[in-house]
């Protein structure tokens, strides 16, 4: 005869504590499955919630040669492992990418390879700073540094983004700065430019300048680590982060310059998951040692990266008509993406839609007191739109020019 034990539990739950009622799926996700299901049931949507660019016929926007020389990739490369952290060839294309012809710098960096753009930021969280300690960003930022933060036991701390005048506001960011010495003795600064997610704002000179020497004051007393989220520096006003790199090289002697480098928005390949950290570090020993905990960052995580990814942009960023060829295709891109932007920025001032400077990017963001209500008007109208604290983040890349009137009068509308 047998017995059937019951089940029996003594304990609340499998799940420790701190990892206990955490959302199961992203929200800009879960808004986005909505309108595409909308959109099949055949209501007329404008769907400005993912970040992804697409054609004005609604096919994801793909650079043909970049997805030749993805095809080109052998076998082996596929199948085969890469090294821990990235391989020589991609990182030193990588390297040479973001400091262009700056030579000199580019023999002070050291890069890790990452998956996207993502895994950058996360090795910039985890290995700069301490578990408790919180990194300091704009009060507008993209929701996913709080998770990454969260999920390596890191907080976010934020500063107001803007001033009266509209710029940046670094007065408000130079009390940060001073905060985060006082209480953690270390400074871990987010800066997503050009073209930041969620606002479309694209720091100057004057901005990056006095950013700068914010930074030099407070590098004296303790570490400050400035990470350049470049996520969407090809779709800026100028292209690449020279000039952020410009204006940081002054002070790169007493605060670690990071670059957070991606593929995804580049080659437009979000799929791919190619990314990498690059850190511009002139002391070689500490160069050296920084090396080594980005790699020892890269086996305690995903182990390594896609090799094959790595292979393709590797050929993209290096052989001379393969760059020129994709280059001509993004820009072809950049001029449907400002396209866009320029009639968002005209309908917008028609209907005096208060909303930062925007000259280019995926993003940019209308003010709204109570965002939560105002987007659930607009999702009513069958115009989706991605609420965050304070304004509504709209996808110009998503939209098409001839929605983007409706888009602009349906959050009008909303906020009346």
Excluded at 90 to 99: E, G, P, T, Y
Excluded at 260 to 283: E, I, M, N, Q
Aim: net charge neutral.
């Amino acid at each position: 005869m047998t017995t059937t034990i019951p089940a029996v539990r003594s304990f609340a739950s499998h799940l420790p504590t701190s990892r206990r009622g955490r959302p199961g799926d992203d929200p800009i996700f879960a808004l986005n499955a909505e309108a595409t299901a909308r959109k099949a049931r055949g209501e007329a949507v404008v769907n400005a919630t993912l970040g992804s660019l697409l054609a004005d016929d609604g096919s994801l926007a793909v650079l043909p040669t970049a997805t030749r020389a993805i095809r080109e990739v052998g076998p082996a490369d596929w199948a085969g492992y890469a090294p821990i952290a990235g391989s020589a060839p991609f990182l030193k294309a990588v390297v040479d990418d973001v400091f262009g012809a700056r030579k000199d710098l580019a023999a002070k960096a050291v890069a890790a390879a990452t998956p996207g753009g993502t895994g950058a930021l996360r090795h910039a969280i985890s290995t700069f700073l301490e578990p408790g300690q919180a990194i300091l960003t704009t009060s507008y930022y993209w929701n996913p540094y709080a998770t990454i933060a969260d999920e390596h036991e890191r907080r976010v701390d934020t500063f107001s983004m803007f001033s009266a005048s509209g710029g940046l506001d670094v007065a408000a960011l130079d009390r940060a700065l001073a905060h985060h010495v006082a209480t953690q003795g270390r400074v871990l600064l987010f800066l997503n430019d050009p073209c930041q997610n969620p606002t479309g704002y694209s720091m100057d000179a004057a901005d990056w300048r006095a950013t700068s020497e914010a930074i030099a004051r407070h590098a004296a007393r303790a570490p400050v680590t400035v990470v350049i989220d470049a996520a969407y520096s090809a779709y800026g006003p100028t292209g690449g982060v020279g000039g952020p790199l410009a204006a940081l090289e002054p002070v790169a002697d007493r605060a670690l310059v990071l670059v957070a480098w991606s593929a995804s928005k580049t080659f437009t390949h979000y799929g791919l998951r190619v990314g990498a950290l690059v850190a511009l570090v002139p002391d070689a020993a500490e160069r050296a040692e920084i090396g080594a905990a980005l790699t020892y960052a890269c086996r305690g995580t995903w182990s390594n990266c896609n090799r094959g990814g790595m292979t393709a942009v590797t050929r993209l960023l290096t052989d001379p008509a393969l760059r020129a060829a994709v280059d001509g295709e993004r820009a072809g891109l950049v001029r449907l993406l400002n396209e866009r932007v320029e009639a968002f920025n005209a309908a917008a001032a028609r209907l005096s839609l208060p909303h930062p400077r925007y000259d280019g990017g995926f993003f940019t963001t209308v003010f709204a007191r109570d965002a939560d209500a105002a987007a659930l008007r607009m999702k009513a109208d069958g115009v989706f739109v991605v609420p965050i604290e304070g304004a509504l983040r709209l996808g110009l890349c998503a939209v098409p020019k001839t929605d983007v009137a409706r888009l602009v009068e349906a959050t009008a509308k909303a906020l009346r």
